[in-house]
């Protein structure tokens, strides 16, 4: 008659790689999600086409300053897309990288995303977003300074997949600054708030 040792260590070798395989599973459950780079797109931000439209002196915005009181990754609406290991408020994951200079390829931060299906990012401009600088909301130069105190929501549409291996997402600006040029060469909407959130912007992914 074989002992109980040597009854229970068949047992075990079979069961072992069972549990390893249900280990790895929980541990692969528990990944906090995906580092993502968000950036401006690299491409020019005025377009020449548009130069016989616009007076030369005010084709070209510049020193553009955004402050970002918060950045959200809006995600698709069935919500089963995204992971459960991070916080989230309804189906929004938000930041707030503050006051940032939009210039062609410029990165605005690093942040990190449950894994999932997202379908627009939104920025909103705030005065004084990082409680320190005091910073309108938005400002730039265009033969003048210009700036609001206004909040402003500019959308940038385009769906992207954050479930694999992260990745660099680019912002395209150009019809921004061609509201801005529209705001100081008067020939465009006058109001920056609704110039700027009217204008919008898309994502290069």
């Given at each position: 008659?074989k002992?109980?040792?040597q009854?229970r260590?068949?047992?075990?070798s079979?069961?072992?790689p069972?549990?390893a395989t249900i280990?790895m599973?929980?541990?692969?459950?528990?990944?906090?999600?995906?580092n993502?780079?968000?950036?401006f797109?690299d491409?020019?931000?005025?377009?020449?086409?548009?130069?016989?439209?616009i007076?030369?002196?005010?084709?070209?915005?510049s020193?553009?300053?955004?402050?970002?009181?918060?950045?959200?990754?809006k995600a698709?609406?069935?919500?089963?897309?995204?992971s459960?290991?991070?916080?989230?408020e309804?189906?929004?994951?938000?930041?707030?990288?503050?006051?940032v200079?939009?210039?062609p390829?410029a990165?605005?931060g690093?942040?990190?995303?449950?894994a999932?299906?997202?379908?627009?990012?939104?920025?909103?401009?705030?005065?004084?977003?990082?409680?320190?600088?005091?910073?309108?909301?938005?400002?730039w130069t265009?033969?003048?300074s210009?700036?609001s105190?206004?909040?402003?929501?500019?959308?940038?549409?385009g769906?992207?997949?954050?479930?694999?291996?992260?990745?660099?997402?680019s912002?395209?600006?150009?019809?921004?600054?061609?509201?801005?040029d529209?705001?100081?060469?008067?020939?465009?909407?006058?109001?920056i708030?609704?110039a700027?959130?009217?204008?919008?912007?898309?994502?290069?992914?």
């Open positions: 008659m002992n109980a040792k009854i260590m068949p047992l075990l079979r069961i072992a069972l549990l280990s599973v929980a541990l692969t459950g528990c990944a906090k999600g995906q993502v780079t968000v950036k797109a491409t020019p931000l005025a377009s020449k086409a548009l130069d016989f439209l007076p030369s002196a005010y084709a070209a915005a020193e553009i300053q955004l402050c970002i009181k918060r950045l959200r990754f698709e609406d069935n919500d089963d897309e995204l459960s290991d991070l916080d989230l309804e189906d929004n994951v938000d930041f707030s990288p503050g006051l200079t939009l210039t390829g990165e605005i690093q942040f990190e995303l449950p999932g299906i997202y379908k627009r990012i939104e920025i909103d401009l705030e005065e004084d977003c990082d409680d320190s600088s005091g910073a309108p909301s938005v400002a265009n033969s003048g210009f700036s105190t206004d909040t402003i929501t500019i959308k940038f549409e769906s992207f997949d954050a479930s694999e291996s992260g990745g660099t997402l912002l395209g600006a150009a019809a921004i600054v061609t509201a801005m529209g705001v100081a060469g008067g020939y465009g909407n006058n109001d708030k609704n700027l959130e009217a204008a919008g912007g898309e994502i290069e992914d």
